[in-house]
């Protein structure tokens, strides 16, 4: 079965860097588009960034480019986020989540949080 | 970049009822939108994708509509464990989602 393992989330103060990452089991990692999802407390969900399966293909929400760093290791089965210049409205819960691109973002982790506060 | 509107944010209803969310883009996506829904401290779960397509295992009480620029959610009779926020998203540029709908008990 299809799961995915999020990690890497803590309290961290304003200004600094962070990097996430999400453990993939039960499908061909290197097959599949995937994608971080933030959301604030109480808020909606926000996408943040996807890559592609290979890895030539990025994109960025306008509120993390030039901040966040999206890259992937697919002999390990990983997917990370590399967060620098932390700000407190990037205080969420970050999902990492399989995106097969036709079918839409079909599994997601179990999220994890990162707190930007001084 | 694609914006996604949904209405209402908020929607009272009781267990059998009909129930019905908007979400419009504010570009033609085709039908390239889903829904998720998602409980208290859960990950989100997508119901259906390409605008009227339905996940496995997704019970037919759901069902989607809409291409263009306006979608619906249908919920055909509400069931207690379909109370919950709901997320229509965007993939035809990027991803967006739509702010949420929370279906709460009337």
């Known amino acids: 079965q299809v799961q995915l393992v999020e990690s890497g989330g803590g309290l961290v103060k304003p200004g600094g860097s962070l990097r996430l990452s999400c453990a993939a089991s039960?499908?061909?990692?290197?097959?599949?588009?995937m994608t971080w999802i933030r959301q604030a407390p109480g808020r909606g969900l926000e996408w943040v960034s996807y890559?592609?399966?290979?890895?030539?293909?990025?994109y960025y929400a306008d509120s993390v480019k030039g901040r966040f760093t999206i890259s992937r290791d697919n002999a390990k089965n990983s997917l990370y986020l590399q967060m620098n210049s932390l700000r407190a409205e990037d205080t969420a819960v970050y999902y990492c989540?399989?995106?097969?691109?036709?079918?839409?973002?079909?599994?997601w982790g179990q999220g994890t949080l990162v707190t930007v506060s001084s | 970049d694609i914006q996604m509107t949904q209405s209402p944010s908020t929607l009272s209803a009781s267990v059998g009822d009909r129930v019905t969310i908007t979400c419009r883009a504010s570009?033609?996506?085709?039908?390239?939108l889903a829904w998720y829904q998602q409980k208290p401290g859960k990950a989100p779960e997508l119901l259906v994708y390409?605008?009227?397509s339905l996940q496995s295992g997704v019970p037919s009480r759901f069902s989607g509509s809409g291409s263009g620029t306006e979608f619906t959610l249908t919920i055909s009779s509400l069931q207690p464990g379909d109370f919950a926020t709901y997320y229509c998203?965007?993939?035809?540029?990027?991803?967006?989602f739509g702010q949420g709908t929370k279906v709460e008990i009337k």
């Open positions: 998203q965007q993939y035809n540029s990027h991803r967006t």
């Open positions: 890559i592609s399966s290979g890895g030539d293909t990025i």
């Open positions: 570009q033609s996506i085709g039908n390239w």
């Open positions: 989540a399989r995106d097969p691109v036709v079918t839409a973002i079909d599994y």
């Open positions: 390409k605008a009227s």
């Open positions: 039960g499908f061909t990692f290197s097959d599949y588009y």
